[in-house]
Nanobody, 125 residues
Framework: QVQLVESGGGLVQAGGSLRLSCLAS????????TAWFRQAPGKEREFVAV????????DYTDSVKGRFTISRDNAKNTVYLQMNSLKLEDTAVYFC??????????????????WGQGTQVTVSS
C-alpha cells in the first residue's frame, strides 16, 4: 500500500511558477512509477507528466513541455512537479498517482494503483 499526499498548490498569476510535491508513505522502497494528472472543471482528468521509479525516464503531455519538469527524490519519498510560465489553462486540480510495477511507464490513468487527494492550482490573469 502507498499513500500519496500532494501539496504546493495555490493561486498564481499567469507567467508565474509553482512547485507541487507528492509525498509517499507506506511502501517506501520508491520502486514505483509516479505520474501527475490534472482535472479542470467540467473536463476529464488528463495526463500531465510521468517519471520512472529511478528517474531515468520522463514523459510530458505536449501542452506542458518546456514549462513543467517532473523530478523525484527517493531519499525523501517525494516527487515534484515544477511548473513555470503558468497559463490560465493550467488551472485545475492536480493529482499524483503511483503504480507498484517497476515496469510501468504510461500515460493511462487506469493503470495507476494509488492516487492522492489532489491540490488546487489556480492561474489568474
Amino acid at each position: 500500500q502507498v499513500q500519496l499526499v500532494e501539496s504546493g498548490g495555490g493561486l498564481v498569476q499567469a507567467g508565474g511558477s509553482l512547485r507541487l510535491s507528492c509525498l509517499a508513505s507506506g511502501r517506501t522502497d520508491s520502486t514505483y512509477t509516479t505520474a501527475w494528472f490534472r482535472q479542470a472543471p467540467g473536463k476529464e482528468r488528463e495526463f500531465v507528466a510521468v517519471i520512472r521509479w529511478n528517474g531515468r525516464n520522463t514523459d510530458y503531455t505536449d501542452s506542458v513541455k518546456g514549462r513543467f519538469t517532473i523530478s523525484r527524490d527517493n531519499a525523501k519519498n517525494t516527487v515534484y512537479l515544477q511548473m513555470n510560465s503558468l497559463k490560465l489553462e493550467d488551472t485545475a486540480v492536480y493529482f499524483c498517482a503511483a503504480d507498484e510495477s517497476t515496469y510501468t511507464f504510461t500515460r493511462a490513468a487506469g493503470v495507476y494503483d494509488y492516487w492522492g487527494q489532489g491540490t488546487q492550482v489556480t492561474v489568474s490573469s
